[in-house]
């Protein structure tokens, strides 16, 4: 490129650049162009001399140059900032893909490590209450994939010997069910009972306490039209289904009868969703020393702290309440369907 040609483009880049970053005072410029133009046409023409004679054809030639150059000026202005926008738009957008791009990498390894950190998290939780293979093949089979989640969690268990000398067990059940996902749900309120050789069970009462709302008390005959008894094999199956908004909770309650014909059983109790802080009460409607009662829970053998060893299991320790009553350590977590065991001898 040669001299002149360099300097033109610089001069024409200069301008560009001036026009560009002073837009107000081009525009003033531009008009003042244009004004000038428009003066000298209209007050140094002179029309006394022939029309195209040389002095007026030199006035409108220089005028019009001006008013040229003025619109030269303002179309510059109009392009200039029209190829700014269009280059701040194509910016714009080109940023905004790479940041949706960067936000969604982001995302999806926040989720990664989260999800990393939120299984070792809960194995090193199951650990420390289960035998390993048994924590890890809850991990490894997505076990944990639920959309509720009972917390509150009191059985209490209330155990007497009847007029017929037979072992009397009433079981109360309160709990809350809270709906971890964000939308509303259809929850199964469930409960069965098993009649065995020695044990006859009914279901007395539910209560279901939605927030908000009174309490949906079902007894009696209400209760007797809801539960089913499949087989006529003396089990009863009470199931209602609720809406629990989401992250929103229900408080449960329900009460079980269960009269045992031997003086030595063992029975077993589970919950039908995975229970956080189990506390358990046991309250002898009898003489304590007519009544042993022994809890164990399978698989619940690593805590030392919360398990009282023997030479052929492990039960829980207990602190008594009063005289008639034994309040035991609580167990931090039961799964959906883990069996807990007790053991109840009349003397």
Same mark, same amino acid.
């Given at each position: ?26 525009? @003033? ?74 936000? &969604? ?8 490590? @989260? ?13 420390? /209450?289960? *035998?390993?293979?048994?924590?890890? &093949? ?9 959309? +509720? ?10 155990? &007497?010997?009847?007029? $017929? ?29 098993? %009649?065995? /050789? ?14 908000? $709302?009174? *309490? ?13 008894? !499949? ?13 629990? !908004?989401? &992250?929103?909770?229900? %408080?449960?309650?329900? +009460? +079980? %009868? ?8 063992? #029975?077993?109790?589970? !919950? ?17 020393? #007519? ?5 164990? +829970?399978?698989? @619940? ?12 299991? %492990?039960?829980?320790? /207990?602190? @008594? ?27």
């Amino acid at each position: 490129m040669s001299n002149n040609q360099e300097k033109k483009s610089n001069i024409i880049n200069r301008l560009s650049s001036s026009i560009t970053q002073n837009p107000i005072q081009s525009i @003033l410029i531009a008009l003042s162009l244009i004004g000038l133009g428009i003066i000298l046409d209209y007050t140094l023409v002179n029309y006394n001399f022939e029309k195209h004679s040389i002095y007026n054809i030199i006035i409108k030639v220089i005028s019009r140059l001006f008013i040229s150059l003025g619109e030269a000026t303002f179309v510059f202005i109009l392009l200039q900032i029209s190829i700014e926008t269009k280059i701040t738009e194509q910016h714009l957008d080109i940023a905004k893909t790479a940041l949706d791009d960067f936000s &969604k990498k982001i995302e999806s390894a926040a989720s990664t490590t @989260l999800k990393a950190i939120n299984d070792k998290t809960f194995q090193s939780f199951l650990d420390r /209450y289960y *035998p390993e293979s048994f924590s890890g &093949k809850l991990i490894n089979e997505n076990f944990f994939k639920f959309d +509720v989640l009972r917390t509150e969690t009191l059985w209490i268990y209330k155990i &007497k010997k009847n007029s $017929e000398n037979k072992i009397e067990l009433i079981q109360e059940i309160y709990y809350t069910v809270l709906n971890l996902r964000n939308e509303t749900i259809s929850h199964d309120i469930r409960l069965e009972t098993f %009649k065995t /050789y020695e044990n006859e069970a009914d279901i007395l009462k539910v209560v279901i306490n939605n927030d908000g $709302e009174s *309490p949906k008390i079902i007894e009696g005959d209400d209760l007797k039209a809801v539960i089913n008894t !499949p087989n006529s094999d003396g089990k009863q199956v009470f199931c209602q289904k609720t809406e629990i !908004p989401g &992250k929103k909770h229900i %408080k449960i309650e329900k +009460v +079980v %009868k269960n009269i045992y014909s031997d003086k030595k059983i063992t #029975d077993f109790h589970y !919950p039908t969703e995975h229970t956080m802080d189990l506390r358990i009460k046991v309250q002898f409607l009898e003489n304590l020393k #007519d009544i042993d009662f022994n809890i164990t +829970v399978p698989f @619940l053998n690593n805590n030392e702290n919360l398990m009282k060893n023997s030479s052929t299991k %492990k039960t829980f320790g /207990y602190h @008594l309440e009063g005289l008639d009553t034994r309040v035991y350590d609580v167990i931090p977590l039961v799964l959906k369907g883990q069996s807990i065991m007790y053991e109840v001898q009349l003397s």
